[in-house]
């Protein structure tokens, strides 16, 4: 009912009070008197109901705004977020949200939610389908890679910037491993000079070297991390009990290192008086060398030169130990190598990350690279690559003239002569830069013999 109908009822009150002033039956009157009551009463429960709905209506007016916001400014920001698909040591990553989705009020989980991508993946699973990022994936759910994961907006975390200013030695961080894998790995700072950083790996317990652009600062709670084993800090490390440093040990002793098996040191060719000094000032079988028990943990393997090897060939050889310390260094050598790259700010810096294309080197880098190689390369490598260059040399001139064949055969067939012709420019192109490289293969083995003979 509306405020018209009770704006009715009272004129009709109105009316039944002119009635009053002038009926004088008794009976008529109290039968007037009891329908203006039955009206006023009636108009009374009809204030009381638009009472009732005023309020409904202003309480749900909050309720309806809050549903026609628009989620969209959400798009694009960065948020800390869980990942629900694995147990990772780390509860919440940084993210970027990709889209809001619309709130299932009949669903079992009623909060909004939204996709996000991971900025900093630890798995295969929490890297971005850069094939997605490009709108070209046919794979959707299938892919093996991320196209988006569903979180609760109630989860997620406010995004803080790294605070690189409180990293010291033994702080926790995200590091990238080497430019080949995108994904992260936590571990622990051992070393810091300048912009160069020294990163142990948790989880492989290697160690790389890296700038401050290529690590993440870990911080808030972390007590998952904290509580494996692997991921104690080296403090934390010598206080432990001897047991379970024993038991690491014992877990490496089944490698073998060249012809000497890892966990050798202290057997009986290795039992002399050094080792019983060794253990007068506390050295322990079984545990590696050094002051945190990190060292080798192996015999050095003993090494026959060959006859009539020169000093430096000897001492390259000394150098090349059984437990890998010149790999390490060329790997660490190589990972300072890494070009810089800045954290990601904004959604739109990490798509042009993951969609740009490495610079392609223009032709004169490639011929200077091609010469430095083929100056490295020995007359025997060079002979090899020189035949490997005939025969493709011949696979394309028979390529050729098959092309040639087919324009000659289908004539009359202007498509498939255009398709056919526009083959055989990149075939002869393909020819060109071949004969090229051969004759600078054949310039190298020509000078080499003219050096040979100049030096008789």
């Avoid at 009636?42 to 009472?51: G, P, R, S």
């Avoid at 790996?201 to 290529?214: G, M, Q, Y």
């Avoid at 911080?219 to 001897?242: F, K, M, Q, R, Y």
């Avoid at 300072?336 to 800045?342: A, E, L, P, V």
Wanted: aromatic content about 4%; proline content about 3%; charged content about 30%.
């Amino acid at each position: 009912m509306s405020s018209a109908e009770a704006q009715n009822y009272l004129e009709q009150v109105s009316l039944i009070d002119q009635q009053l002033t002038v009926v004088t039956d008794d009976d008529e009157r109290t039968s007037l008197l009891e329908m203006r009551a039955d009206l006023l009463e009636l108009i009374q429960l009809l204030n009381e109901q638009a009472e009732e709905g005023g309020s409904a209506e202003d309480a749900q007016s909050p309720a309806a705004e809050a549903d026609n916001v628009n989620f969209d400014d959400f798009v694009g920001m960065r948020c800390m977020a869980p990942y629900p698909k694995a147990q990772l040591p780390i509860s919440h990553h940084a993210a970027i949200i990709l889209e809001v989705l619309p709130q299932d009020v009949t669903g079992p989980d009623k909060g909004l939610q939204a996709k996000v991508l991971y900025s900093h993946p630890m798995l295969n699973g929490m890297r971005p389908c850069s094939h997605f990022l490009a709108g070209t994936c046919r794979f959707d759910e299938k892919c093996k890679f991320s196209h988006g994961e569903v979180v609760r907006m109630a989860d997620m975390d406010e995004y803080k910037d790294p605070d690189f200013n409180s990293l010291t030695v033994g702080s926790l961080v995200l590091s990238t491993v080497n430019a080949a894998s995108p994904l992260w790995e936590i571990g622990r700072i051992v070393a810091i000079h300048k912009n160069d950083i020294a990163v142990r790996i948790l989880k492989s317990n290697s160690e790389v070297s890296t700038k401050f652009d290529h690590i993440v600062p870990l911080e808030g709670d972390i007590e998952e991390v904290a509580e494996n084993s692997h991921l104690t800090s080296p403090s934390e490390a010598d206080a432990s009990n001897e047991n379970s440093r024993n038991e690491y040990w014992n877990e490496q002793k089944g490698d073998r290192c060249g012809n000497v098996t890892v966990g050798d040191l202290g057997n009986w060719y290795g039992g002399g008086l050094g080792l019983k000094l060794m253990q007068k000032m506390g050295y322990k079988l079984g545990e590696g060398l050094g002051k945190n028990s990190d060292g080798i943990v192996h015999a050095i393997q003993a090494k026959i030169c060959p006859k009539n090897s020169s000093v430096d060939a000897c001492m390259t050889g000394k150098v090349k130990v059984v437990d890998g310390i010149q790999k390490v260094k060329t790997r660490v050598k190589e990972g300072m190598k890494q070009t810089n790259n800045s954290v990601d700010v904004d959604i739109f810096t990490f798509l042009n990350r993951k969609l740009e294309q490495p610079p392609a080197k223009s032709e004169e880098e490639e011929l200077k690279e091609e010469h430095r190689r083929l100056a490295k390369s020995s007359v025997k490598a060079l002979g090899v690559q020189g035949l490997d260059l005939e025969s493709e040399l011949k696979h394309l001139r028979s390529k050729e003239k098959k092309l040639l064949e087919g324009i000659a055969r289908n004539k009359h067939d202007k498509r498939t002569v255009e398709r056919l012709k526009n083959g055989l420019a990149e075939v002869e192109k393909e020819i060109q830069r071949t004969q090229a490289k051969r004759q600078r293969v054949q310039s190298e083995l020509g000078d080499r013999q003219k050096r040979k003979k100049d030096i008789f």
